[in-house]
């Protein structure tokens, strides 16, 4: 399934020509269809703009982002999306708030549910309606929601900031799962350091705000990737102390 994404020059700015903010500045990035790709930077540096832009859900702005070679113009079934909060519909079933953008004339459509169901583990559950669910399995249903219409591409914004580190770890799991599964391009934004480094085939560091690409760390570390071994702290570290050099270092930072 291809899923190649080329930005280039590109530049976003808030506000008119007499008060312009910037906030994304000279962004040039090639992200490789099969790529888990982890978009790193402090929190309003811009990185969920470039989010919303790659998605088109955001037009406003100066250069090109292409998908396959095609310019992004608006949102579309190739671009599945997950946000931090689930955005269930809380009338809805699980099965229903999976299936809601799969029309209803799609042959096997209620398969492709259970399949989807069944990739995100939650046999089960396919009655429950978000106010039953755990913030876990919520966004599960939402990332199973994501690939109903098996897009080229997923996004993920912060999808796991407001859920407890063990349910985090999981859910991490979860996708990585999903990932090798379906063969997907996949671009995660995150401001956690370990996160990025434990997903990422390459982690896409941002400066503050006007967001610039600072570097580009390729991952070099076999998966599964042991959180705790000495390559692992080592990539934290490099990432850490060499390209947050803006930020004054805590000393109590456990990596």
């Given amino acids: 399934m ?19 903010l910037g906030v994304l500045n000279d962004i040039n990035l090639t992200i ?29 702005y100066e250069g090109s982002v292409l998908l396959d070679g095609q310019q992004v113009k608006k949102p579309s079934l190739d671009k599945g999306i997950v946000f931090q909060d689930h955005r269930l519909f809380p009338w809805l079933t699980v099965e229903q708030n999976i299936g809601y ?13 259970q399949d989807l169901i069944k990739l995100v583990g939650l046999r089960g559950f396919e009655k429950s309606l978000p106010n039953q ?23 993920l914004d912060e999808p796991f900031g407001a859920l407890d580190a063990m349910t985090r770890i999981n859910m991490q799991e979860e996708i990585l799962k999903i990932w090798k599964q379906e063969k997907i391009t996949i671009i995660l934004v995150t401001h956690d ?6 997903l990422g085939d390459q982690v896409v560091v941002l400066s503050s705000r006007p967001g610039k690409i600072k570097e580009i760390c390729k991952v070099d570390i076999s998966r599964p990737r042991d959180r705790v071994s000495d390559q692992f702290v080592k990539e934290k570290r490099k990432i850490y102390y060499e390209f947050f050099d803006e930020v004054e270092v805590p000393f109590t930072y456990a990596i």
């Fill in 2 to 20: 291809p899923g190649k994404l080329e930005i280039r020059d590109l530049n976003k700015y808030f506000g008119d020509k007499n008060q312009r």
């Fill in 32 to 60: 490789n269809e099969g790529e888990f790709v982890s978009i790193l930077g402090r929190s309003g540096c811009g990185k969920s703009t470039l989010l919303r832009i790659i998605a088109g859900l955001e037009t406003n």
């Fill in 193 to 198: 350091i370990e996160e990025a480094v434990y």
């Fill in 101 to 113: 953008g799969v029309p209803d004339k799609q042959k096997n459509k209620n398969e492709l549910v």
């Fill in 133 to 155: 669910l755990s913030g876990g399995m919520a966004q599960r249903t939402a990332i199973a929601r994501a690939l109903a219409n098996k897009p080229k591409i997923l996004l």
